[in-house]
């Protein structure tokens, strides 16, 4: 759908440069959703892979985030396997709707209520990263990080529109949840893609 060279706004990443790919189609459903341009497969024209890569090159930074729209409904083993021939390091942001595919350094988990993670994926994030609504979703974020390897970092981020609302309940969430950590979508602050 896009390509774009910004700094990466979420999660453990965050405020590091790096190259995204945002690949389009999305069949999840989140009424929420920032980017729901990218949900239809068949708006955006289909770009070779090493072009995309070459393209991507261009910039100094050597760390590719593959997102979407969900990545995982397309297989991403060769784009993982040219990204890694560039030397770049490959990270993916998914809901985990569908199965990996590719091979991965850093795997950012966001669970959604409207279709249900793969199995595969809990013991392969490296990041779980739950998007706060309303204040039941605290609950909903504990049955995840029940669920990861012991290792997963976990993140807690409000959802952009409930920010003003979610934001004190998060911090006070956190300081009596110390495993969890806030994730801002600093990108937004700063209006840069
Ligand atoms: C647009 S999604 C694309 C990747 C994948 N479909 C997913 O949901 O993880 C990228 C990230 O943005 C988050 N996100 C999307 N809309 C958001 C919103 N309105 N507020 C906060 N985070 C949002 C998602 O949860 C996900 O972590
Ligand atoms: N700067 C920036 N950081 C991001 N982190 C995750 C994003 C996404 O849409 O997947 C995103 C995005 O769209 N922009
Ligand atoms: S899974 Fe990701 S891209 Fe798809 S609707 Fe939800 S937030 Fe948007
Ligand atoms: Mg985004």
Redesign the pocket.
Known sequence: MEAFY??????FYQGNA?Y?I?LGGCDVGCHWC??KESWDMDAHPKVEIKQIVEEAAKYPGRMA?V??GEPLMHNLDLLCETLHTYGFRNNI?TSGAYPLSGKWDWICFSPKKFKVPHQGIYAQAHELKVIIYNKSDFAWAEDFADRMNPACKLFLQPEWSRSKEMLPLIVEYIKSNPKWEVSL???KYMN??
Do not use: Y
């Open positions: 910004t700094i990466q706004g979420e999660g790096a995204f945002r920032d980017v985030v997102t979407g942001e979508q600093i990108h840069i893609p």
